[in-house]
């Protein structure tokens, strides 16, 4: 199994700002990956994260708003540019294991005000 | 369209009732399906996958690809199988790592 801290937990913060989201995994893995949670929804994956490429985003999300970095195998960030109150969410990092199930970090609870 | 549904946002049932959380699919291939819970206060869980056939805390679910079902059972409920269950999709083929999960039903188990 694959142990993720990912923080900050929570965070409120201004609309117009920017959050870095950090994910911090114990062992090395090839791709991570990070999803949305909006309110009584389900979890929608954002993008892949490889490391030493640029990450490959899903339909509705682009680089410009949701920039990711992958400078090493157990490590990764997500930034949320210039948020909204619509960008209010859970947003979790996840890792696959060996038999295809994922793990995934506690979550960062974000608010936008 | 590749799609996960959980018709139910929340099921209450007492203590020793049978539990039935369901779960439907929509996926022109093989997928390989998963439940995963989420207790209070702690992180997103893997609870079982359809391929290993197996049963996690009482609980069982059976793959049925006539009727695109996955529905997660438990003969007899434990207050402690409260929690908020997600089932998911994972496309083939081998290599592909997304999922798509359901919206997630809350169950409560009553004393």
């Known amino acids: 199994s694959a142990v993720i801290s990912q923080k900050p937990s929570r965070d409120i913060c201004q609309r117009g700002t920017s959050l870095t989201i950090q994910c911090q995994v114990d062992s090395q893995v090839t791709m991570m990956f990070w999803y949305r949670q909006q309110p009584g929804q389900s979890l929608t994956l954002i993008a892949t994260?490889?490391?030493?490429?640029?990450?490959?985003?899903e339909s509705g999300f682009v680089i410009d708003k949701f920039p990711i970095s992958r400078p090493n195998l157990t490590f990764s960030t997500l930034t949320v540019s210039n948020m909204s109150p619509e960008d209010s969410s859970i947003y979790l990092c996840s890792v696959a294991g060996t038999r295809n199930e994922a793990f995934f970090g506690q979550g960062t609870r974000l608010t936008v005000v | 369209a590749q799609r996960v549904t959980q018709p139910e946002k929340l099921l209450s049932v007492f203590k020793g009732a049978p539990v039935e959380l369901k779960c439907n699919y929509s996926y022109s291939g093989s997928p390989e399906l998963f439940w995963y819970v989420q207790y209070s206060r702690q992180r997103l869980q893997l609870l079982l996958r359809?391929?290993s056939r197996e049963s996690i805390k009482g609980f069982t679910a059976d793959l049925n690809k006539g009727e695109t079902s996955f529905h997660l059972k438990k003969p007899f409920a434990q207050e402690e199988d409260s929690a908020m269950y997600y089932c998911?999709?994972?496309?083939?083929?081998?290599?592909?790592?997304?999922?798509?999960f359901g919206t997630g039903t809350r169950l409560k188990v009553l004393a």
């Open positions: 359809h391929i």
């Open positions: 994260a490889n490391q030493g490429s640029e990450a490959t985003y």
């Open positions: 998911a999709l994972r496309p083939g083929p081998s290599g592909t790592y997304k999922y798509i």
